[in-house]
């Protein structure tokens, strides 16, 4: 598996998704009239906390009246001031969905005032007013920061933080730790405003003297929760430790992130003093179980998940019958890992023994085997062993066509693998012919989900343009999109398994193909605000990278300048962090020579096909000789053939050769 880049925070600016009707257009204000409004409220507020309703009330009066629309506000005196407190609400939650904070600020003020203006008016009552009689400015605020305005967000709440009684002060921080919280899984470009609100609520909570520390804990939870998925391992467990009471140990999300660091004894040692056990090397079963819980903290990255997994299995498989479930999922769990990874045969070694349990306990054609000989077939194909892969991938094919089963997700995945492995020896007729064949029984039976159905399509599709009918592939997938969800309603899983992601980007693919690079362009730009809007994705996690490089190459082979500014921005960070050998640089720098030599520009791309020449030819990508097998050097011989000719055709066409 490719190392996924993790120092780069790059923000894009896309086109914004479709919304309802804009909001209603707050009263104009000059910046004056809007100082002067503020001080007017926040000299009001000072007064509430201190009890001095009276004294509140003309101010809140004269702040209305300089920030609110004129009829509104003459009509806030009269029986229909619920009207226009309803039209102000309604216009701020119009504002809050079409994420024009700004917007939503401007109206969430008038509705703080108008609440302010009700608690001023009860002058029966005596001492400060409840937070809860004024906590719409906390809404208010929220906006603000959102919106940018950080110093107007301060100074309301400086009042609160002024306040003898230390309960206003931390309703407030409870408020915003709470609104942090919530927008923990906002991603594309509301993630940076996310990020924001968190780091602002910090910088004002987290002080000498501060009195909401339960507040400023719940904050720097959600910091680290935002610092783990952008891949700051050391900042997210910096940030989980401050988040820990005083004494406390640390959390299961914390110890995850020291196996995310690489710092696996430490890790293990943290679970053994949790679980009240001396240091061991040896590890106990309630150690083991310990570990495959956090295992689900440590995201998508394989190695953490995978330094856990290589401890687990062998406890389990040393004290676990073979059939327990426990030992099967943790088998299958490092398994896959190792796949992956790039280890194929130690993942087949795994395979091999949890099939052949499977089929003893449960019997040959038990949804277990199925699913391991799917598994085995995956990791004998990442061998570069194909006729063999092939053989078990038909077993499973030809037990569902006997049963007529097509909606298994097994034996989805047979039918995809027969396809590959025919295609990956060159045999395209007799691929397009299975994948034919396979799609009519498919498209006869009844039963057949609509996701299925897409992949079924899309491997058909994959097939037919092997054999250069592109045309008839892009049929083929226009077809499967009829079977998915709009662009609206797509919504795109951190476990990356829906078909409507893979069907836009086949289509995407297949028009720039064709040289209709900017009727795909809409396609990569949706993908990639999808992936955006998933905070489980990590920002600089596999898929976002791919997708961005899918877009930069679009507008690359447009002679589009943002596309070579993207390429070029993340080679530049790549180089510089990585190396110019490293594998993260490969990642970028085949993608950006073959758009630019697509795009006609050849000389500029002998400056990137050079860097992946030197990735593919260095060290790094050598390995364990003793390891390697013959075809993992020939995949490495066609590999650097590859760069070589990319750069002998860049610096030809460079120089006027044909």
């Known amino acids: 598996m490719r190392t996924t880049a993790l120092a780069l925070s790059l923000l894009l600016a896309l086109p914004a998704a479709a919304q309802d009707a804009p909001p209603p257009a707050p009263p104009t204000l000059t910046a004056q009239d809007q100082a002067r409004a503020d001080t007017l409220l926040i000299q009001a507020t000072e007064q509430l906390i201190a009890g001095r309703r009276a004294e509140a009330l003309p101010l809140v009066t004269q702040a209305l009246a300089l920030a609110g629309p004129a009829d509104d506000v003459a009509k806030l005196e009269g029986a229909t001031q619920f009207d226009v407190y309803s039209r102000w609400l309604a216009a701020r939650s119009a504002a809050m969905k079409a994420r024009d904070f700004a ?9 703080s005032a108008y609440r302010m203006k009700g608690a001023a008016g009860r002058t029966s009552e005596t001492g400060p007013v409840e937070p809860d009689d004024i906590d719409d400015l906390f809404f208010m605020t929220y906006g603000l920061v959102l919106a940018g305005e950080l110093d107007r967000a301060k100074a309301f709440i400086a009042p609160f933080i002024a ?51 339960d507040a400023v804990r719940a904050l720097y939870r959600v910091q680290g929760a935002f610092l783990s998925t952008s891949g700051d391992v050391a900042g997210a467990r910096a940030a989980y430790a401050k988040a820990r009471k005083p004494g406390a ?34 590890i106990s079963r309630a150690v083991a179980d310990k570990l495959a819980d956090l295992a689900g903290y440590t995201g998508t990255g394989n190695a953490a998940t995978l330094a856990i997994y290589e401890r687990v299995y062998p406890v389990y498989r040393q004290q676990l019958a073979v059939d327990d479930l426990k030992r ?75 049963h007529g089963v097509y909606d298994d997700e097994d034996v989805r995945n047979a039918f995809s693998g027969i396809a590959r492995t025919l295609l990956a020896r060159g045999l395209t ?32 599709a994959e097939t037919v343009e092997a054999s250069g009918a592109l045309a008839e592939a892009e049929a083929l997938v226009r077809e499967a999109l009829t079977l998915g969800d709009s662009d609206e309603k797509m919504n ?88 110019v050998d490293s594998p993260q640089s490969l990642d970028v720098a085949e993608p950006f020579a073959r758009a630019l030599l697509r795009s006609g520009r050849a000389g500029a791309a002998l400056t990137p096909a050079r860097i992946a020449l030197a990735a593919r030819t260095s060290a790094r990508f050598v390995g364990d000789a003793a390891r390697a097998s ?29």
Do not use: C
């Open 249 to 282: 140990p640390p959390e299961d999300v914390e110890i995850a992130l020291m196996f995310s660091a690489g710092e696996i004894d430490a890790g293990i040692r943290a679970v053994q003093t949790a679980l009240r056990e001396p240091p061991s090397p040896t």
């Open 630 to 658: 013959a075809s993992d050097v020939a995949l490495a011989r066609k590999r650097t053939e590859a760069a070589q000719l990319m750069v002998a055709a860049a610096w030809q066409a460079s120089r006027g050769g044909s």
């Open 328 to 402: 099967q999922n943790a088998g299958a769990a490092l398994a896959n890992l190792y796949l992956t990874s790039g280890e194929p045969a130690r993942s087949e070694a795994i395979v091999i023994e949890l099939l052949a349990a499977a089929e003893k306990r449960w019997g040959p054609e038990s949804g277990w085997a199925v699913g391991y000989v799917v598994d085995l077939g995956a990791a004998v194909e990442a061998q570069n062993r194909a006729a063999e892969a092939e053989l078990l991938y038909r077993r499973i094919w030809d037990l569902g066509v006997r």
């Open 163 to 213: 306040a003898p009684d230390p309960a206003f002060e931390a309703a407030f921080a409870k408020d915003m730790s709470e609104r942090a919280l919530s927008v923990q899984s906002w991603g594309g470009e509301d993630k940076p405003r996310a990020v924001r609100l968190t780091n602002f609520a910090l910088a004002t909570f987290d002080r000498p003297g501060g009195r909401a520390p």
């Open 429 to 460: 007729a007799e691929a397009s012919s299975f994948t034919g064949d396979g799609l009519a029984k498919v498209r006869a039976a009844a039963d057949v989900n609509a996701w299925r159905r897409m992949f079924y399509i899309l491997t058909r």
């Open 103 to 111: 917007a939503f600020a401007r109206w969430a003020w008038l509705t």
């Open 492 to 579: 795109i899983a951190a476990a990356f398994n829906d078909p409507n992601v893979f069907v836009r980007a086949r289509l995407a693919h297949l028009l720039e193909r064709q040289g209709r690079a900017a009727q795909a362009e809409p396609i990569r730009r949706l993908l990639l605000r999808k992936i955006e809007q998933n905070d489980m994705i990590p920002w600089e996690g596999e898929y976002r990278r791919e997708a961005l490089l899918a877009l930069a190459s679009n507008l690359t082979m447009q002679g589009k300048d943002e596309g070579t500014k993207l390429f070029g921005e993340r080679l530049a960070t790549s180089t510089r962090i990585y190396g």
